[in-house]
C-alpha cells in the first residue's frame, strides 16, 4: 500500500462544508422509550441494495458526469490501490474514525468507496441518486456516522483521485468532483436527520431461541428491545457481539408477529463472520444488534395477480414470510414456490411449507432438488405454467437470482413483474 501523505495532497480541493444549508431537525434520543405509546409505522418499500436500481438516464449526460464517468474508467483497472490509499488518508488525517470500522476490513474496506463512486457515477439521474442516498444515509447511522465526518471522507476522496486517475485529473474533473460530493453528502446528512426523527438507528434483540435444521443451517429467533416495523419479504442488517461493527444482511423469516419476535434462518458459509457466530456459537440469552429494514421484495396488496416464487436455500425465508402475509390479508390469489436446494437434507424448512399448503388451498409447494441450483430452479418453472397473469418474486443466491430473471424474461414475464433485492446486496460476505 503505498504510504500516505501527511496533509493533503497537493491539488486537492477544499470540500466546502455541508449539513448547514438546511436546518437539521434536532435529535433525538438515540434509543427511544421501549414502551413507546404506539409502534412506528413500516417504513415504506424502497429499491434496496448498495446498487441504484436501474432508471431512467437523460438522453444527453450532463458535463460534470461526462468528466466524473472519464475518472471512473480510469481508476477501474486499479480500484485496490485507490480504495487502500483512500483509507489510509482517512485514517491517518483523522485516526478517530477508526473506531467506526470493524476491525478487520476485508469487506467493509469496498463498500463505503464503492457507495461514493457509485453515487457520482448516476450524478445526473436523481430519479435513481436520490432514493438511493437517502437510503445509504439513514442507513449509515447504525455505524455512528455523523454530518461532521463528509467532509473527511471528501477530502480522502478527492486526494485518491487525484493521486491515481493521472490521466483524466485536472481542475476540470477536481470542480466536478467537489460538485458532485457536496451533493451527495448532503442529501445523505438530510436524510440521517429526518430518520433520526423516526426511529434509532439500531435495535437491541435478544436470542430467545436456536433451532439448528443442518449442521450449516440454524433458525434464530430474536426479540427486540423496543416495536421493530416491517414488511414481510424485506430485510435489515444484523451485528453479533463477536465481530462488532460487522454487518450482514439477512432477510425476515415470517411475516410481522403479535409476540413482536424476528426470525432469520442463517446459513454458516467458508469464512463467514457473522453467519458462523450465529449457526455455531449463538444461544438464548444472547444480544444481537439490528439495522432498519430495507427491501423492496415486499406483496402487492393492490392486485389480484398470482405469485410466483422462487426461493433457493436460505432464500426461502421472505417467501414464508410472504405466504403468511398473503394468509393473513385473507386472499386466495393463486401462490406458486417453488424451492430449490442442492440436496434433500438442505430442504430444511420443506415441512413448514407443506404444512401451510395443507392449511391453504391456493398455496401449491414444489420442491427442487439439484446440484445445479442455478440453472435447475428456473428450468423447472419453465416447465410449468402459464405464467402471465403472475408476479415473480426471487430470492437466494445471486447466480440463482441472475438465471431466473433471464429465464423468466424468457419465458414471457416483463422485467417490471420481477422482484428481488439486489444482487450485490445477496452476495454471502458471512
Keep these: ?17 455541508v449539513g448547514r444549508s438546511s436546518p437539521r431537525p434536532a435529535p433525538a434520543a438515540a434509543v427511544p422509550p421501549a414502551r413507546s405509546p404506539a409502534a412506528p409505522k413500516p417504513a415504506p418499500a424502497e429499491p434496496a441494495g448498495e446498487l441504484p436500481v436501474p432508471g431512467p438516464v437523460s438522453p444527453e449526460p450532463s458535463p460534470d458526469a461526462v ?27 483523522h485516526p478517530e474514525l477508526r473506531e467506526l470500522f470493524p476491525a478487520a476490513m476485508d469487506v467493509q474496506r469496498d463498500r463505503l468507496l464503492k457507495a461514493l ?17 437517502r437510503r445509504l444515509g439513514g442507513g449509515h447511522r447504525k455505524y455512528g456516522t455523523r454530518p461532521e465526518h463528509y ?43 429526518e430518520d433520526e426523527q423516526l426511529r434509532p438507528a439500531w435495535w437491541q434483540a435478544e436470542v430467545v431461541s436456536h433451532d439448528l435444521r443442518t449442521p450449516d443451517i440454524a433458525v434464530v429467533t430474536v426479540r427486540p428491545d423496543q416495536p421493530y416495523p416491517f414488511l414481510a419479504g424485506q430485510y435489515t ?61 415486499v406483496v402487492d396488496h393492490a392486485t389480484d395477480n398470482g405469485m410466483l416464487c422462487l426461493g433457493g436455500g436460505t432464500g426461502i425465508a421472505p417467501i414464508k ?45 414444489r420442491p427442487v432438488v439439484s446440484n445445479g441450483l442455478t440453472g ?39 422485467r417490471d413483474r420481477i422482484r428481488h433485492d439486489a444482487v450485490e446486496e445477496l452476495v454471502a460476505a458471512g
Design 1 to 17: 500500500m503505498d504510504a500516505p501523505p501527511t496533509r493533503p495532497a497537493r491539488g486537492v480541493a477544499q470540500i466546502p462544508k
Design 151 to 193: 467532509p473527511v471522507v471528501g477530502e480522502a476522496l478527492i486526494g485518491a483521485l487525484s493521486r491515481y486517475a493521472a490521466d483524466t485529473w485536472g481542475p476540470e474533473a477536481e470542480a466536478a468532483w467537489v460538485r458532485a460530493y457536496t451533493v451527495i453528502s448532503q442529501i445523505m446528512i438530510d436524510a440521517a436527520a
Design 376 to 414: 435447475q430452479l428456473p428450468q423447472a418453472v419453465g416447465e410449468h405454467g402459464p405464467w402471465n397473469s403472475y408476479d415473480a418474486y426471487l430470492s437466494g443466491p445471486p447466480g440463482m437470482i441472475r438465471s431466473g430473471v433471464y429465464a423468466l424474461e424468457r419465458i414471457g414475464i416483463p
Design 67 to 93: 468528466v466524473i464517468r472519464r475518472t471512473l474508467a480510469e481508476i477501474e483497472p486499479i480500484a485496490d490501490k485507490v480504495t487502500s490509499y483512500f483509507y489510509a488518508l482517512v485514517f491517518v488525517g
Design 117 to 133: 463512486l457509485t453515487a457520482a457515477e448516476h450524478i445526473d439521474n436523481p430519479g435513481v441518486l436520490a432514493p438511493y442516498l
Design 321 to 365: 414470510a410472504m405466504i403468511e402475509d398473503v394468509a393473513e390479508h385473507g386472499e386466495r390469489r393463486p401462490v406458486e414456490v417453488f424451492y430449490g436446494a442442492r440436496r434433500d437434507g438442505d430442504l430444511y424448512d420443506i415441512d413448514t411449507l407443506l404444512g401451510l399448503q395443507q392449511s391453504h388451498s391456493w398455496l401449491s409447494v
Design 237 to 297: 442488517s444484523l451485528e453479533t457481539p463477536w465481530w462488532p461493527r460487522v454487518w450482514r444482511h439477512y432477510s425476515f423469516a415470517s411475516a410481522p408477529r403479535s409476540d413482536g419476535l424476528l426470525s432469520f434462518h442463517v446459513k454458516a458459509v467458508p469464512a463467514g463472520w457473522v453467519s458462523n457466530a450465529l449457526v455455531r456459537h449463538a444461544r438464548p440469552g444472547d444480544v444481537l444488534r439490528l439495522g432498519p429494514p430495507a427491501g423492496s421484495m
